[in-house]
C-alpha cells in the first residue's frame, strides 16, 4: 500500500491537453423518490441517450445560477439556488473535452415540468438508472445518487 507522503513523490500524470467544460446537473426528485432523466434529441451528440438535466456554466455564472436558468430554459420550471443541494461530480475525458459535472439534488421547484426542446422526459426509480443507456460521464454518479436517497 502506497501512503499518502510516497504518492507525493510520484510525478503527477501529464496534462490531457483537452479543454475543460463545466456542467451543472439536476437530480430532480419527486415526492415518490423518483427521479427525472431527459432523453437528448436527435441532432445533438450522444443522441439518444439519457441524461440529468443541466447544461454548461457560461462565463462568469456559478454552477447553480447556470442550473436555474438551465431548468428554466429546458424544463419550463423555477428553482433557486438554495434548492439546490449538492450531492456528487463527474469527473470524465470524452474525445474532445474534459467534463466536470457537478450534481445538484432538488426537490423543490415551480411549475409543471415539461421538455420544452423536444426532449423525452422520463421519472424513475434510482435503481433504474442503471438500466437506461447514458452518457459514459453520468453512469459512475449512479452509487452516489441511491446512496443519497
Not at 4 to 32: F, H, N, R, T
Request: hydrophobic share 45%.
Amino acid at each position: 500500500m502506497v501512503s499518502c507522503e510516497q504518492a507525493l513523490e510520484y510525478p503527477p500524470p501529464p496534462p490531457s491537453g483537452l479543454p475543460m467544460v463545466l456542467v451543472a446537473a439536476a437530480l430532480l426528485i419527486d415526492k415518490d423518490g423518483r427521479v427525472l432523466v431527459a432523453q437528448r434529441p436527435e441532432g445533438k451528440s450522444m443522441a439518444g441517450l439519457w441524461e440529468f438535466p443541466g447544461g454548461k456554466v457560461e462565463a462568469g455564472e456559478g454552477p447553480e445560477f447556470a442550473l436555474m436558468r438551465e431548468l428554466r430554459e429546458e424544463l419550463d420550471i423555477e428553482t433557486r439556488p438554495c434548492g439546490f443541494y449538492p450531492i456528487t461530480f463527474a469527473s470524465h475525458s470524452y474525445e474532445k473535452f474534459h467534463l466536470m459535472m457537478p450534481l445538484f439534488a432538488c426537490r423543490v421547484w415551480r411549475g409543471i415540468v415539461q421538455g420544452k426542446e423536444g426532449q423525452n422526459l422520463k421519472w424513475v426509480r434510482p435503481m433504474d438508472l442503471y438500466d437506461l443507456e447514458m452518457p459514459a460521464a453520468d453512469i459512475p454518479l449512479i452509487p452516489a445518487i441511491i446512496d443519497y436517497l
